[in-house]
DNA sequence: ATTTGAGGTGAACAAATGAGCACTACTTTT
DNA sequence: AAAAGTAGTGCTCATTTGTTCACCTCAAAT
């Protein structure tokens, strides 16, 4: 059962009154649909609703002004938090920066960006965030798909979360330097510290100044 | 002027308006809300709606079906604009506090603001955020001091994280609705689930759409 | 004692709104 | 070529729903 296939049409009228709903706190009529469709007729705008609840996409109820509700199926998730499975390598996508910075690694795909109120922090231009992959940071309220807010001009301590690079891979952890030792401690049980050995092989991106996640 | 001065009646009609937009995704009619507070005219309910209006509770549409909006002026803050002209930002206030562990009540101190560029978020432009106080979400990663992005229109399922009021004050828990019950559920193993028996001193002031966590 | 305001009834009415039919046009599938 | 699916028009019709009026009750204020 295909269900789930719209056309674009279908797509555009779904997406409207799900903006409809957002900025009005209420649900269109049929009429209000068709205006923005220019569709003359009830009834067309009615065939499309009507589609769109066939495929489990809208709930309507029957004789009411405006009883469109829409049926989000996606997610479905639990209460609970995801301990998931072992995913041993935090790699980091960029997701975008907030001034220009100093240009760091590889994929440049910027999505997005972030501005700190200057009031609320005294943050440097120069902060950037990424994308969290894998959980060994867990413990430290930092998940996967979180966004983290570095600041490469800050200097990092013993306790401090960075972002450093070993090799070619950038991962979060906190940072610790004891006895010329480096070591790159994860906030979760399930994983062992790292230790440098080969300095060349690693350096520190940044620190974490913040976190940021999205739900839904 | 003591616009804000709700009798009870008035209160219980804009608690169950509330709470049937929440449950349904559509405001009620004159009707819908007659019944369920045993008014059998229509004209009675409108004087309440009216009563609201004009106390700055509600916002009604004329001759609109279910064209109530709620003005949320609890947590409304007038000092903040929501767009930033200029660079074309959303900017998110900072309202107060939240609390995670046994609820506090939310002070009405903006703090600052945060901004988010509007191509990385879909959120409603209504969307303020509130401080964290208590440590009843750190297993999902919600720790004191976090600032958490609330929308206040968003509809609620099972499962979603939520700022909910309970009388006079607000706490941030897993919002679960089965079989009839309400239930708030922390996540942390030292706490409790609450118990929602009386639902006119409960309402959700919005879905949780957001955390974000500032370190040092 | 009178006025005022909150809260309510019952009925009538107009506007808003959803439901449905017959028919057209176009594209894709069979 | 025929059938099916999508998209739409114009038009009814029945409900739903908001608006309004005259009148009532009760408690608090003047």
């Given at each position: 059962?295909?269900?789930?296939?719209?056309?674009?049409?279908?797509?555009?009228?779904?997406?409207?009154?799900?903006?409809?709903?957002?900025?009005?706190?209420?649900?269109?009529?049929?009429?209000?649909?068709?205006?923005?469709?220019?569709?003359?007729?009830?009834?067309?705008?009615?065939?499309?609703?009507?589609?769109?609840?066939?495929?489990?996409?809208?709930?309507?109820?029957?004789?009411?002004?405006?009883?469109?509700?829409?049926?989000?199926?996606?997610?479905?998730s639990p209460t609970?938090?995801?301990?998931?499975?072992?995913?041993?390598?935090?790699?980091?996508?960029?997701?975008?920066?907030?001034?220009?910075?100093?240009?760091?690694?590889?994929?440049?795909?910027?999505?997005?960006?972030?501005?700190?109120?200057?009031?609320?922090?005294?943050?440097?231009?120069?902060?950037?965030?990424?994308?969290?992959?894998?959980?060994?940071?867990?413990?430290?309220?930092?998940?996967?798909?979180?966004?983290?807010?570095?600041?490469?001009?800050?200097?990092?301590?013993?306790?401090?979360?960075?972002?450093?690079?070993?090799?070619?891979?950038?991962?979060?952890?906190?940072?610790?330097?004891?006895?010329?030792?480096?070591?790159?401690?994860?906030?979760?049980?399930?994983?062992?510290?790292?230790?440098i050995k080969n300095?060349?092989?690693?350096?520190?991106?940044?620190?974490?100044?913040?976190?940021?996640?999205?739900?839904?």
């Open positions: 059962m295909d269900k789930k296939q719209l056309t674009d049409r279908q797509e555009e009228v779904l997406n409207f009154i799900q903006q409809f709903l957002q900025e009005n706190g209420y649900p269109p009529t049929l009429r209000e649909i068709g205006k923005r469709f220019d569709i003359s007729s009830t009834f067309g705008v009615k065939r499309h609703l009507d589609a769109l609840t066939k495929k489990g996409y809208l709930n309507i109820l029957s004789n009411a002004s405006r009883g469109i509700t829409i049926t989000r199926n996606e997610f479905e609970t938090i995801n301990i998931d499975e072992v995913n041993n390598i935090n790699k980091i996508p960029i997701v975008g920066r907030v001034a220009a910075g100093s240009p760091i690694t590889a994929e440049e795909n910027i999505e997005g960006s972030i501005v700190i109120d200057p009031g609320f922090l005294k943050k440097d231009a120069d902060s950037f965030a990424l994308k969290v992959k894998g959980d060994s940071m867990i413990e430290a309220g930092i998940f996967e798909g979180d966004l983290v807010i570095i600041s490469p001009k800050a200097t990092s301590v013993s306790g401090d979360i960075i972002v450093a690079r070993i090799e070619d891979e950038v991962t979060v952890k906190v940072y610790e330097n004891r006895n010329q030792q480096i070591r790159l401690i994860p906030q979760n049980k399930m994983y062992e510290p790292i230790v300095k060349n092989e690693f350096s520190i991106v940044g620190k974490v100044t913040g976190v940021l996640r999205w739900l839904n």
